[in-house]
């Protein structure tokens, strides 16, 4: 499933937990582009507010297997392995304050696997070799 020119697009439903152990329902739409294969895009809806992350593509698959004391990502976004393996969490920190969310793991996998058949992880830079060798050329003849 593709849309507005995405490759890969996966819809999950997280649990955004608050910080009084409450939990909300977010529709999250997780999407990825080829020409752009470090990012993936994430829009976090909620019954009152829409918010857009972009995050690390290999943050977000070594969170899939990371333990809670090393999560993956040491910066605003840090994803790891849930006690109960069904869940993967992120944590989301910025301006407006911190998240955490509760991914089911077998969609969030799913949707990295597809990422993966695309561009391989590893094998980002290859893919943008034609891109940035364009660019160096448009800034030299500027």
């Known amino acids: 499933m593709t849309q507005q020119g995405f490759d890969v697009v996966e819809v999950i439903t997280v649990q955004l937990i608050g910080s009084d152990a409450s939990v909300i329902q977010v529709t999250t ?3 990825f582009r080829a020409n752009d294969p470090y990012t993936v895009r994430a829009v976090f809806t909620g ?14 698959a070594d969170g899939l297997h990371a333990p809670a004391d090393e999560p993956a ?12 393996p069904e869940y993967v969490l992120i944590s989301l920190s910025g301006v407006e304050g911190n998240a955490l969310l509760a991914a089911p793991t077998e969609p969030l996998a799913r949707f990295i696997a597809a990422t993966e058949k695309i561009v391989p992880i590893g094998s980002e ?8 060798s364009a660019l160096i050329a448009a800034l030299l003849t500027a």
């Open 73 to 84: 990502g040491n910066g605003d976004v840090q994803v790891w392995l849930d006690e109960d």
């Open 47 to 60: 019954a009152q507010s829409v918010s857009t992350w972009l995050l690390g593509r290999e943050l977000l």
């Open 125 to 132: 830079s290859d893919r943008m070799q034609s891109e940035i």
């Open 29 to 31: 739409e997780f999407s």
